[in-house]
């Protein structure tokens, strides 16, 4: 059995982790006292996640953590509003990534009516609604179009919405968001809106690859390539 440690030894853990994110969260100091090398590992993962720059500018990259925040519930991160005014972000584009959030929130309505009115609207077209109810709640934005598919995919990956998803990878592609991007905003689920829902989320991205679907560059046409040998596992 593991002893828990004495208080200097919490007071020291406690204030490293002070020290790097200048703020303390409730999980930080449990797992400073309990698990400190999960607290590692956890610590590690997070900074590679956000804190260390990858693609995305901190402008859009912010935008994309606001829609998801707002898509989880997500109170007590509100450390990215600041990092977004501070990069240069808006009253209006943090009310349209909250609009996003919302609009998303009501994205399985065009699926009822597609799926459960069909004898009734033989012509009705989820894909056309959607994309059309969608401009409106861009409308007079300046926002860019990539930003608004990224945000999106990142947001109904954390509500499992499959089709949605697919719907703004595609869109991502004809706007000429870079695949490197897309892979960062999709991974901006990943804790808010759990590793599970991440993961569902690549495969959905990688079965379209496998599938000539959306047109892959060569090395992500190999990960696409790969789905053939993941159709079950029992692996982490």
Sequence with gaps: ?????????????LAEVRAKRGYLLPHHGLLAIAAPALLAGYDAAYTALTLTPRTLHERPKEFIWLGVLTACD????THHIAKFRAAGGTDAEIELAIRLAAFADGASRFAFAAESWARHLPTYDRARAYRDALRGVVADSNVPAGWVEMALCAIHTTHRNWWELALHIKGA????????ALAEAISYAMFPGSIPNFVDACGVWQ???ARGEVPASPAFALWGAAAAEQKGFDGA
């Design 207 to 209: 079965g379209m690859i």
């Design 173 to 180: 592609y004809a706007a000429d968001v870079s695949e490197m």
């Design 1 to 13: 059995m593991t002893a828990a440690p004495d208080e200097n030894e919490v007071r020291a853990r």
């Design 74 to 77: 997500e109170a007590i991160a």
